[in-house]
């Protein structure tokens, strides 16, 4: 009963540095979205697959990179990190459908310094 | 574009008193609304939805009318307890933006006994 499962829960980059934030649900879900929590903006797209093989921009795309791998994983890569992009992340599935809500992982605290 | 609009917090209350958080919504098509709970140091967890007007989404003692007329999807709970304190976020979803959840920018309830 692991629903969403993300690693790792906290990290520090140095500026430049590169990452991979892993992503994985067990739900057999269609759809997996990436975003990014910063105070007072709520939560933010970045990055979603609404299905496997397929991937799409969100709101906040610059500076990131995904990876759909199959069904159950979901990767977001930093290439070089920034300050900017210091925050928690949050990766979500979905049955695929306006209906249906998101389950949440329990997020990545990243600190870029 | 889709936006979803949220009672700036924090808002503060003491145990048994009642709750609202109004939340507003544009939206271009007919969205489905949800309220999503995120307590401390975790992800967030879906409270409750609508998916069609007048609906009633409800749980855990919370209410939620969809009310197209007014475009709103304020949330209630008749006597709130200290467990309650977390931050609430409204979102909706679009058909016709794709199923990617847009959120409001979060409200921080705070409950003393």
């Known amino acids: 009963n692991a629903g969403v499962t993300q690693t790792p829960k906290f990290q520090v980059l140095k500026t430049g540095q590169s990452m991979t934030l892993q992503c994985a649900q067990d739900?057999?879900?269609?759809?997996m979205y990436w975003y990014r929590q910063d105070p007072g903006m709520g939560l933010r797209l970045i990055y979603y697959?609404?299905?496997?093989?397929?991937?799409d921009k969100g709101e906040v795309p610059n500076g990131y990179n995904v990876s759909r791998l199959n069904k159950r994983e979901f990767s977001l890569r930093l290439e070089s990190a920034a300050p900017s992009q210091t925050s928690v992340y949050f990766c979500?599935?979905?049955?695929?459908?306006?209906?249906?809500?998101?389950?949440f992982g329990s997020g990545t605290r990243l600190t870029v310094v | 574009g889709n936006s979803v609009t949220q009672m700036e917090g924090p808002v503060t209350l003491s145990e048994e008193a009642f709750l609202t958080i109004n939340c507003t919504y544009t939206?271009?098509?007919?969205?489905?609304l949800f309220w999503y709970v995120q307590y401390p140091g975790e992800g967030l967890q879906l409270l409750l939805k609508?998916?069609?007007?007048?609906d009633k989404g409800s749980n855990k003692g919370f209410e939620a009318t969809y009310r197209k007329e007014t475009t709103s999807f304020h949330l209630e709970k008749g006597s709130v307890q200290v467990s309650d304190s977390a931050v609430y976020f409204c979102?909706?979803?679009?058909?016709?933006?794709?199923?990617?959840?847009?959120f409001g920018k979060g409200t921080t309830l705070s409950v003393s006994s």
């Open positions: 979500a599935s979905q049955l695929q459908g306006i209906n249906y809500g998101y389950t």
């Open positions: 739900m057999n879900h269609n759809s």
């Open positions: 697959s609404a299905s496997e093989g397929t991937t």
């Open positions: 939206a271009t098509g007919y969205p489905s």
């Open positions: 609508a998916t069609k007007a007048d």
């Open positions: 979102a909706l979803s679009d058909s016709q933006a794709g199923t990617a959840l847009i």
